[in-house]
């Protein structure tokens, strides 16, 4: 169901589907800082603050889903640097086990981010759990 | 509104339970973690000793009655006593302290203060669970750094470093937890081995009383602060 109350311009597929698009190509491009990848999901919000309202949604939402992502990235990725700098306990069987929860989640995030990216393309409107009602409230016409 | 909390929480939930019942799993033992720590640890081990320079005494009586202690020690907690290498090392230091893969040191100099077995069970006892307690690689790990305890073991770093990890090891305290966590096993070790933990106690406190004295000489002391605190807690320990 597309909740717009206008059917989106080409071009605005386009832009809508590059907003996935960019945090994948950062990963794609091998960087591993976990800000990384919402920076890059930021820039293209801010370019397209003052685009069009189904450009602006998706852009949105991409930017919420990296957020909850790098909030998770952080924790390992600072965990990782307190090990190599021995300062914490080790690598420990929770360390290891936040681990694969982080990596299961960034490859669901990936999968999902590819195929909002082709429906989007498409013209389908994608709106993820949690983060679509948020985005609703956030993103107004 | 209601919707998008709920739908959070789930997520949040999601995630917590992801991790606990990923914590069910033993990471450590299925990525062989543990014993890639235990290689780097036994190479390191064998490679200190052989490098050391120390002046080791020949495996007399002194050295049986002292090995004796230990394996009393060793039967009655069920630990692997072939695992452990005794050296006794002529040094008139009153010293005793663990290398890496159950290298244990024992100064002469320690042999001579203790007044009876019950004293030097008490140190061998709180060496041990340093062994035992994983402490020796905590701490090189913590104080020098993974990397270069690997250096070393690769031969990447030579004769200076492995000076410097002996010289650590002899000298410098673990941090207090560390430090009461050996005491506190030791202490169950020697009830174990029925042992008196009075006479470890008594230990500290007579060196505590020469503490002010001969520092220099008292290296085992002085790298474990608060000698007449930890006698109090031995003897008042369940």
């Known amino acids: 169901m597309n909740p717009f109350f206008y059917t989106p311009a080409e071009y605005e597929l386009e832009k809508a589907s590059n907003s996935y698009i960019m945090s994948l190509l950062v990963v794609m491009v091998g960087l591993p800082l976990p800000i990384i990848n919402l920076l890059a999901t930021l820039f293209f919000f801010i370019a ?94 | 509104m209601r919707k998008i909390v709920f739908q959070g929480l789930i997520l949040l939930l999601v995630l917590a339970g992801g991790v606990y019942l990923l914590t069910r799993m033993d990471w450590i033992r299925l990525l062989r973690i543990d014993r890639a720590t235990e290689k780097v640890e036994q190479k390191l081990g064998d490679l200190i000793w052989s490098q050391q320079g120390l002046d080791e005494l020949p495996k007399d009586s002194t050295y049986k009655r002292v090995d004796a202690i230990i394996r009393r020690l060793c039967a009655a907690n069920q630990i692997d006593q072939k695992r452990v290498k005794l050296h006794l090392v002529e040094n008139g230091e009153v010293n005793a302290f663990a290398l890496p893969d159950y ?29 035992e307690l994983a402490h020796v690689m905590k701490k090189l790990g913590k104080e020098v750094g993974l990397s270069v305890l690997i250096s070393i073991t690769t031969g990447e ?11 650590m090891l002899s000298s410098s305290a673990y941090d207090r937890k560390l430090e009461k966590d050996a005491d506190v096993q030791a202490v169950k070790y020697l009830k174990q081995a029925g042992i008196d933990r009075n006479d470890f106690a008594n230990f500290l406190d007579r060196l505590g009383k020469e503490e002010a004295g001969i520092p220099k000489e008292l290296s085992w002391l002085s790298t474990h602060p608060d000698s007449r605190e930890r006698a109090k807690y031995i003897r008042e320990m369940e």
């Open chain 1, 48 to 141: 397209n603050r003052k685009s069009t309202y189904f450009v602006r949604w998706h852009c949105t939402q991409a930017l919420l889903s990296q957020f909850s992502l790098f909030c998770l990235n952080s924790v390992a990725f600072w965990w990782t640097v307190t090990i190599i700098l021995n300062k914490g306990e080790g690598i420990t069987n929770i360390y290891v086990a936040y681990l694969v929860l982080v990596v299961l989640f960034n490859l669901l995030e990936f999968i999902m981010t590819i195929r909002a990216a082709i429906r989007t393309r498409k013209g389908v409107h994608i709106s993820w759990w949690f983060y679509g009602p948020l985005t609703d409230i956030i993103c107004k016409p």
């Open chain 2, 103 to 131: 290298h244990m040191v024992v100064y002469s100099g320690l042999l001579k203060n203790v007044k009876n077995d019950g004293e030097l069970a008490g140190v061998l006892g709180h060496e041990l669970a340093h062994m």
């Open chain 2, 157 to 167: 770093l030579g004769g200076d470093a492995i000076k410097e990890v002996i010289g």
